[in-house]
């Protein structure tokens, strides 16, 4: 069964609103939740790292107050596109790693968003 | 120069062939190394981890070559279902994975 959920699995939104992505984790307590974005025929970029009761850590290029990422208890893990545009139109996929194993990552379904 | 970089393909084989794939990663310090499967419009989905000595997993036998910085996939007996975005993925040694753009492989009856 499923490790890792994320909601809404697609979302079309308007240019400007701001949304939101949920990602949970179902089995185990995730001490770290990474963020990854796939533009169409791209490999997948990790946007950011959390971890549980600190801030999150952004890649570079990563703008940090437009992808507000919380991450809110050791099951649940939010992104927030703010103000988006259409170039922010993409997949977004979070994965999380159980508290023993870091290299072990579980991926969610992933958010298809798409921005008018 | 990308980290990770691999064939686009598609490779197009008929059931029961075998076919095989590479990728090259650029950061020698890189420490893990996997083969992800990716569906269209899904989430990538680990199919192994790939070890230094080589390893197999039924159909399935990656190999590493830390000298030259390359890691290779080979599909034994394709099946229809082995149709896929096969990744390349490589962890630096900071649990930040870094993926290839994929390999497409298509199996056709």
């Known amino acids: 069964g499923a490790v890792v959920s994320q909601h809404p699995s697609r979302v079309i939104c308007k240019s400007g609103t701001s949304v939101k992505i949920e990602c949970r984790s179902l089995d185990f307590q995730a001490t770290t939740m990474f963020w990854y974005r796939q533009f169409p025929k791209q490999s997948l970029m990790l946007m950011a790292t959390?971890?549980?009761?600190?801030?999150?850590?952004?890649e570079q290029g990563v703008e940090k107050d437009k992808f507000l990422i919380n991450h809110a208890s050791l099951t649940l893990s939010t992104l927030t596109v703010t103000s988006a545009h259409p170039e922010d139109s993409s997949f977004y996929i979070c994965?999380?790693?159980?508290?023993?194993?870091?290299?072990?990552?579980?991926f969610g379904p992933g958010t298809r968003l798409l921005v008018l | 120069r990308k980290e990770v970089e691999q064939d686009p393909g598609p490779f197009n084989v008929p059931e029961g062939a075998t076919v095989a794939f590479n990728c090259t990663y650029s950061?020698?310090?890189?420490?893990?190394f996997f083969w992800y499967r990716q569906d269209c419009r899904k989430e990538p989905k680990l199919l192994m981890s790939v070890y230094s000595s080589g390893n197999e997993d039924g159909r399935f036998t990656a190999q590493l070559n830390r000298a030259s910085q390359y890691i290779s996939l080979l599909i034994r007996d394709s099946k229809l279902s082995d149709s896929a975005t096969y990744l390349c993925?490589?962890?630096?040694?900071?649990?930040?994975?870094?993926f290839g753009a994929g390999t497409t492989v298509t199996v056709r009856a």
């Open positions: 959390s971890n549980e009761g600190s801030k999150a850590t952004y």
């Open positions: 950061n020698s310090a890189s420490q893990s």
């Open positions: 993925v490589v962890n630096k040694g900071d649990y930040k994975l870094s």
């Open positions: 994965s999380q790693s159980p508290g023993d194993s870091q290299e072990t990552q579980y």
